[in-house]
């Protein structure tokens, strides 16, 4: 087993965007060096993760039902293997950078739920829209958080408002 799986890539993202976001935050600032912000911005990189995720699951919905009725076939009655496989499958760096890998995340987890090899079904059209509308509001509430003398409070205020509604 190779040092870089899914599981490392994945521990990967969130140490790497988390620490680079921590790095620059000004902790001297009482309103964003507390650990409320160190929080949410664990919370938005891991949700940025999972939109590109999501965003994956619709422009490869093709690939994740083929993908699905193979697993569905290797894995019946034993679909925790599936998950571990998944998270441990030995990855090249290239891979990391390739949508189908994150792609592959869908057809594990179709094994528990179908709906998700399905491009007709709500799970996939709620979270391919999801993947869709979360990252930038994301990735501007930790810009606010950096940088908060850059970033308009009324506007993050109402873009979290909605985003987490």
């Not at 993760?49 to 894995?75: H, M, P, W």
């Not at 009655?77 to 030995?90: F, I, Q, R, S």
């Not at 592959?104 to 709500?122: C, G, I, R, V």
């Not at 979360?134 to 009324?154: E, K, R, Y």
Request: charged share 10%; hydrophobic share 50%.
């Amino acid at each position: 087993m190779g040092v870089l799986n899914v599981g490392t890539a994945i521990g990967l993202w969130m140490a790497l965007t988390t620490g680079l976001s921590m790095y620059f935050l000004p902790y001297r600032n009482v309103i964003t060096g507390n650990l409320v912000v160190t929080n949410l911005l664990i919370f938005n990189n891991l949700n940025i993760l999972i939109s590109i995720c999501e965003v994956c699951l619709g422009l490869n919905i093709a690939f994740i039902k083929e993908d699905y009725q193979k697993l569905r076939e290797t894995y019946k009655g034993k679909e925790a293997k599936a998950c571990v496989a998944y998270l441990t499958m030995p990855l090249t760096v290239a891979q990391v950078f390739d949508p189908k890998t994150w792609s592959k995340m869908w057809s594990t987890y179709a094994l528990y739920d179908p709906s998700y090899q399905n491009h007709e079904s709500f799970g996939f059209f709620i979270d391919f829209g999801n993947g869709m509308s979360t990252v930038l509001p994301c990735v501007l509430i930790n810009a606010a958080m950096v940088l908060p003398d850059m970033v308009s409070p009324l506007l993050v205020g109402c873009v979290g408002l909605a985003v987490y509604w």
